[in-house]
């Protein structure tokens, strides 16, 4: 009974995380796609990157979907658990990655503004991007290594040929893993983490004492600020406490399950990023709801709503660029 109760948490909010995350992150994708075709600036090229990573979950969310749906055994093709594991885990530190780049971008943008701006290139931001994408998919090639050339417990059911997906290790296999966890939370998360507190504190705190910034711009920086650290706090912190608490205990705690459930909710969160870092998101964002909305004649109200929305985005980006 717990055990079904278990993976119907779990089958839950992946379902949730996919239904929330997939669409938003579609448009987000959309709206990048369109900028760094044009003229992208580097925090386009940051927030693009982002988006791929999160689409990348996305898209092997299913995966885990039919695992949770079938009590946690792994019913599809064995080549495709590692490799299901494998993007799941990079993308969650890819994110880390490209949220903290982000919050440096947003912090030297109001801490040196014109020694940033002569030197702010996109060629920069593609660069950075490469070694993010690489550290963290070095980093999680633990997977493959793990599950190919270390003896495991893991066995295959004859009758049903299903088995455990990255889940029941050997003593050999846990003495390469753990140690190589500790060093994913303090170098993948604890340093992108502490670099991403002190770039926002000063970020805010420079910006809403500037007397020509409007408040708009101030409130946008307040929500970028806290919905990202939110990110770090919720979805992250969790699962790379189980890294430690696991190098203690010499094993993967029973909880750890849970706290990578809440590294899934970041793809549902880095939309809300978007919507406060770009203008081309925003607008994207509205101009979507307001035409799906316009569709559904019997809600008039929330009609307008939007288009007031739209009218004001507008507005304020006209404003922006006189």
Not at 283 to 308: D, G
Request: hydrophobic share 45%; aromatic share 14%; charged share 15%.
């Amino acid at each position: 009974m717990t055990s079904n109760i278990h993976n119907n948490v779990v089958l839950a909010i992946y379902i949730l995380t996919f239904l929330t995350g997939m669409p938003s992150n579609l448009l987000a994708f959309y709206a990048f796609l369109l900028k760094v075709r044009q003229k992208p600036t580097p925090v386009d090229i940051l927030l693009f990157n982002l988006t791929i990573s999160d689409l990348v979950l996305l898209i092997f969310l299913p995966m885990k979907m039919k695992e949770a749906a079938s009590g946690m055994q792994w019913t599809l093709p064995q080549f495709l658990c590692p490799l299901t594991s494998f993007c799941y885990y990079s993308s969650i530190y890819i994110s880390t990655f490209f949220l903290t780049a982000v919050s440096v971008e947003r912090y030297l943008g109001v801490a040196y503004p014109i020694k940033y701006k002569m030197n702010r290139k996109p060629e920069y931001a593609l660069i950075a991007s490469f070694f993010f994408w690489f550290i963290a998919c070095a980093h999680c090639s633990i997977v493959y290594i793990v599950q190919y050339t270390i003896p495991t417990n893991t066995t295959i059911n004859t009758t049903t040929g299903t088995s455990q997906c990255y889940d029941d290790f050997s003593d050999e296999q846990l003495k390469v893993l753990l140690p190589v966890r500790l060093e994913m939370c303090l170098f993948l998360f604890v340093v992108p983490f502490i670099i991403t507190l002190y770039c926002y504190i000063n970020f805010v705190k420079i910006l809403t004492c500037l007397p020509n910034i409007k408040a708009q711009r101030k409130q946008r920086a307040i929500g970028l600020a806290v919905v990202t650290l939110c990110n770090f706090i919720i979805c992250f912190s969790p699962y790379n406490i189980s890294h430690v608490v696991g190098y203690i205990q010499h094993k993967s705690p029973d909880w750890r399950v849970y706290a990578l459930l809440l590294s899934t909710f970041n793809a549902t969160l880095d939309p809300i990023i978007f919507y406060f870092t770009s203008n081309a998101v925003r607008r994207t964002f509205i101009n979507c709801f307001s035409s799906v909305l316009k569709k559904l004649h019997t809600v008039v109200p929330c009609y307008r709503l939007c288009l007031s929305l739209n009218e004001m985005e507008k507005k304020r980006e006209d404003q922006s660029s006189t």
